[in-house]
């Protein structure tokens, strides 16, 4: 009933009023935020708050990393500066034994946290993704930190338990690694902001970035982009792009994929993406880089617990020539009743509008399928996002009659058999 008087409304109301609408409502909280931040010297505040929560703790956890239940209430709560002018300032750091634990099970040490965190550089600033959360980078480039909104709140601590649990048994996840979790509170207002590691080694240059939700409105940027710009599905359809990587290594991607869109699904979360960044190699790097990775993928040795960050930091293409960098980016957003009434929406306004590029692209089977527009439910989308990683982003079967692949993998085997020196632990 209410999706049936949402169409009925929604005939009367433009795709561009619509959007013009949700831009200003979930536009409230943003502004408030960036105002906040404007007016307070947050960055410096919130890394202060940080570096005294974290100094508070210590790793209790004895080489032998686990979750029961009772960390899970554990959050450190710290007033930075009772006596101010502006009243009290207050700092949480949500879960603060379980985010300890997960930088363990990541390899990050505490040291090493706490120095990439004296630093940030420059302020935050907005993202290109249309939820609107802020970024700023530390200055070593090792960590990013992101604004979080009330809803998304609510569905990192229901999920978190499980979270961590999943990410414990699922080394090689390619979900956000959520290493810090933390709230800075004045008179004036709040900031909430999780800490991730940064996708991208530091100094390294992308040719070529990618959005990718398996939607197909709205979802060409059009126009010839400038360095460094996102692309989306449709720019990526159009241009032809595919990955080609080992069977071992695509297997395992296509595998973690579907693991980690079924625990989001689990969670009642849709709209998550890809983030796919290339970047193209020179022959010198390609060599000393190929040889390093033999070294470590044959002496058990690994920088990373994923296998998905081994090869400069990233995972390469069948010809070394290409080093793919991804991860599932936008895991808190949960199926509510402004998505529910967005679908609606969208379901009514977008079936008249088709595909931007239906007639150069043949993509008439995979819509047919599946729900052009973003705002599904998550079944629906976890079945559309999969399909089209399976369809459009890596595309082996249908290249491997050429020969190439095959001919690439059996020299590699060759190489493989080679008499490698495995060099002590700590030497990397």
């Given at each position: 009933?209410?999706?049936?008087?949402?169409?009925?409304?929604?005939?009367?109301?433009?795709?561009?009023?619509?959007?013009?609408?949700?831009?200003?409502?979930?536009?409230?909280?943003?502004?408030?935020?960036?105002?906040?931040?404007?007016?307070?010297?947050?960055?410096?505040?919130?890394?202060?708050?940080?570096?005294?929560?974290?100094?508070?703790?210590?790793?209790?956890?004895?080489?032998?990393?686990?979750?029961?239940?009772?960390?899970?209430?554990?959050?450190?709560?710290?007033?930075?500066?009772?006596?101010?002018?502006?009243?009290?300032?207050?700092?949480?750091?949500?879960?603060?034994?379980?985010?300890?634990?997960?930088?363990?099970?990541?390899?990050?040490?505490?040291a090493s946290f706490l120095a990439s965190l004296s630093r940030v550089q420059g302020e935050f600033a907005?993202?290109?993704?249309?939820?609107?959360?802020?970024?700023?980078?530390?200055?070593?480039?090792?960590?990013?930190?992101?604004?979080?909104?009330?809803?998304?709140?609510?569905?990192?601590?229901?999920?978190?338990?499980?979270?961590?649990?999943?990410?414990?048994?699922?080394?090689?996840?390619?979900?956000?690694?959520?290493?810090?979790?933390?709230?800075?509170?004045?008179?004036?207002?709040?900031?909430?902001?999780?800490?991730?590691?940064?996708?991208?080694?530091?100094?390294?240059?992308?040719?070529?970035?990618?959005?990718?939700?398996?939607?197909?409105?709205?979802?060409?940027?059009?126009?010839?982009?400038?360095?460094?710009?996102?692309?989306?599905?449709?720019?990526?359809?159009?241009?032809?792009?595919?990955?080609?990587?080992?069977?071992?290594?695509?297997?395992?991607?296509?595998?973690?994929?579907?693991?980690?869109?079924?625990?989001?699904?689990?969670?009642?979360?849709?709209?998550?993406?890809?983030?796919?960044?290339?970047?193209?190699?020179?022959?010198?790097?390609?060599?000393?880089?190929?040889?390093?990775?033999?070294?470590?993928?044959?002496?058990?040795?690994?920088?990373?617990?994923?296998?998905?960050?081994?090869?400069?930091?990233?995972?390469?293409?069948?010809?070394?020539?290409?080093?793919?960098?991804?991860?599932?980016?936008?895991?808190?957003?949960?199926?509510?009743?402004?998505?529910?009434?967005?679908?609606?929406?969208?379901?009514?306004?977008s079936g008249a509008r088709g595909i931007v590029t239906e007639e150069e692209i043949d993509l008439q089977?995979?819509?047919?399928?599946?729900?052009?527009?973003?705002?599904?439910?998550?079944?629906?989308?976890?079945?559309?996002?999969?399909?089209?990683?399976?369809?459009?982003?890596?595309?082996?079967?249908?290249?491997?009659?050429?020969?190439?692949?095959?001919?690439?993998?059996?020299?590699?085997?060759?190489?493989?058999?080679?008499n490698w020196h495995c060099p002590r632990s700590d030497n990397f």
């Amino acid at each position: 009933m209410f999706t049936a008087l949402l169409c009925v409304i929604a005939g009367g109301i433009l795709p561009g009023t619509y959007r013009r609408i949700r831009r200003r409502f979930s536009g409230n909280e943003v502004c408030k935020s960036q105002a906040f931040i404007r007016e307070k010297d947050v960055s410096k505040m919130l890394l202060a708050g940080i570096r005294r929560s974290l100094g508070h703790q210590c790793n209790s956890t004895n080489g032998q990393i686990n979750f029961d239940e009772t960390i899970f209430n554990l959050h450190d709560h710290t007033v930075l500066d009772s006596r101010g002018s502006e009243g009290a300032i207050k700092f949480t750091n949500w879960f603060a034994e379980v985010t300890l634990r997960l930088r363990t099970l990541f390899g990050i040490s505490e040291a090493s946290f706490l120095a990439s965190l004296s630093r940030v550089q420059g302020e935050f600033a907005i993202g290109e993704g249309k939820g609107g959360s802020l970024f700023v980078t530390t200055q070593d480039s090792r960590f990013i930190l992101k604004t979080v909104k009330k809803s998304e709140r609510v569905s990192l601590h229901a999920m978190m338990y499980d979270y961590a649990t999943y990410v414990n048994a699922h080394p090689s996840t390619l979900l956000p690694w959520f290493m810090g979790y933390y709230t800075l509170t004045t008179d004036d207002g709040e900031l909430t902001v999780v800490v991730m590691p940064n996708l991208l080694p530091p100094k390294l240059k992308i040719q070529a970035r990618y959005d990718l939700k398996g939607s197909l409105v709205n979802r060409l940027v059009g126009k010839a982009p400038e360095d460094g710009d996102t692309l989306k599905d449709l720019d990526w359809l159009n241009r032809k792009q595919t990955i080609a990587l080992t069977r071992e290594d695509e297997g395992a991607v296509l595998q973690q994929l579907q693991f980690d869109s079924a625990f989001l699904t689990r969670h009642n979360i849709m709209d998550q993406s890809l983030l796919l960044c290339i970047h193209r190699t020179s022959w010198v790097r390609r060599i000393t880089a190929f040889v390093h990775w033999i070294r470590i993928r044959f002496c058990k040795q690994r920088h990373s617990p994923s296998r998905f960050h081994s090869f400069q930091g990233g995972i390469p293409n069948i010809s070394y020539k290409e080093v793919y960098y991804f991860g599932i980016i936008d895991v808190l957003q949960s199926y509510n009743y402004r998505k529910k009434a967005e679908n609606a929406l969208k379901s009514f306004t977008s079936g008249a509008r088709g595909i931007v590029t239906e007639e150069e692209i043949d993509l008439q089977d995979f819509a047919a399928k599946h729900s052009r527009h973003s705002a599904v439910a998550p079944e629906a989308y976890e079945a559309r996002f999969l399909a089209f990683m399976r369809e459009h982003v890596f595309l082996r079967e249908s290249r491997i009659n050429s020969g190439e692949i095959e001919a690439t993998e059996k020299t590699l085997d060759k190489s493989y058999t080679m008499n490698w020196h495995c060099p002590r632990s700590d030497n990397f």
